[in-house]
């Protein structure tokens, strides 16, 4: 089975509700890349990319297409057999740009599991489990406001919720949390995010406000440097996200003890291929973390379910899905959804899910 034709499509997926608001940036709709990998078998493999605008991470989209561009001419022709000679191939041909090699990485795998008649997550290691966990984001937003759709979002079966904080006045972030605690208390777990927006300083002041309150801290401050001071001088545990930019990130976090989790994005580290090896460095020091991404459809959904299928159930903090943001599904017959704050693993060969035909419209660039 060879690469025969490899396509590139945009999609826009506005915010439902506006505004999806965070520390560092407001988005209110999303540009998506998709590729669809076609070989000279028939088969069909896709893959998304889908960064939230251009200041969360180094990734924007227009960058992603243009990082496709470079590597998809030299993947033509190619055997689909083994995963790691096209990581090798695409490393060959570009420097650095995972979140752009993940869309390809997702295709690659989609098209090996409907070859091989097995879904994405045996060919990762093997699901463990045939339901994950999801939780909610909740957008920095008013105190009672936030604890209100907190409630809410508990009655709907999510076990975990994400509170969004920073980008404003640390009082208001401080009057959140204890109204959060108050609403839902020990019903649901939560993590505390500041995506980089709070300085070590006041990352200390919330943590000593709060300390009543059981939580873990994601992503406090801006660096990974910064982060690390706050070890032995914070009650809650501190997890790292947006500072795992690759592998070694993630080894040296690890390494030097600054993590006691994180909040993993499957296309910031390249793909579900790297992923697998993130996962195990973390099985090995039996650090919990999530299995996310920035943003995205039913292809990047279906693939961080997968990946969480396959993580030990004690160790997964969730797989975070953009579901109940966006309208519509890319495969109204298969859909990615939550229920009762849980997801069904895919269990169709390859990612499970498959766009309508033609709903992306005409490719944005052709390669093959």
């Known amino acids: 089975m060879r690469i025969k034709t490899i396509n590139v499509y945009t999609t826009p997926l506005p915010v439902k ?22 070989t000279d078998e028939g088969l069909v493999g896709w893959g998304e990319t889908c960064p939230v605008g251009p200041v969360y991470q180094p990734h924007h ?21 083994s995963i790691r000679l096209l990581t ?20 690659f795998l989609d098209l090996l599991g409907q070859k091989l008649g097995v879904p994405v997550s045996t060919l990762l290691g093997g699901a463990v489990t045939d339901r994950v966990p999801s939780y909610y984001s909740l957008i920095v937003g008013p105190p009672d406001e936030t604890a209100r759709i907190a409630a809410d979002k508990v009655k709907a079966g999510y076990p975990r919720l994400q509170i969004k904080i920073a980008g404003r006045n640390l009082e208001e972030d401080v009057a959140t949390l204890h109204k959060v605690w108050e609403a839902i ?37 801006n660096t990974m440097e910064e982060v690390a001071t706050l070890k032995g001088r914070v009650t809650h545990p501190v997890y790292l996200d947006e500072n795992t930019e690759d592998l070694n990130a993630v080894l040296r976090a690890i390494s030097a ?46 693939a961080c379910v997968h990946l969480a299928a396959t993580v030990e159930p004690r160790r997964m903090e969730g797989a975070w899905i953009a ?26 060969p390859g990612l499970g899910v498959k766009p309508e035909p033609g709903m992306f419209g005409q490719p944005v660039a052709t390669y093959g």
């Open 88 to 107: 090798k191939r695409m490393d060959e041909r570009l420097n650095g740009h995972g979140y752009a090699k993940a869309a390809l990485d997702m295709a």
């Open 61 to 81: 989209a227009l960058g992603a297409r243009a990082a496709v561009a470079e590597i998809a001419p030299g993947m033509i022709g190619l055997e689909v057999a």
């Open 257 to 302: 003890g600054i993590a006691d989790g994180f909040g993993l994005k499957v296309t910031r580290l390249g793909g579900l291929t790297k992923m697998t090896t993130v996962r195990d460095m973390c099985a090995i020091r039996s650090l919990p973390h999530t299995c996310d991404d920035a943003w995205g459809g039913d292809i990047i959904a279906a």
């Open 323 to 348: 579901q109940e943001y966006i309208k519509g599904h890319f495969d109204a017959k298969h859909p990615i959804v939550i229920e009762n704050g849980h997801i069904a693993v895919p269990q169709r």
């Open 185 to 221: 208390g020990y019903k649901a777990r939560i993590a505390v995010d500041g995506n980089r927006g709070l300085t070590v300083a006041s990352a200390i002041h919330l943590d000593r406000l709060c300390q009543a309150i059981p939580f873990v801290f994601e992503q406090p401050c």
């Open 17 to 38: 509700g506006g505004v999806y608001r965070m520390a560092s940036t407001d988005v209110q709709s999303l540009d998506s890349t998709l590729v669809e990998i076609v």
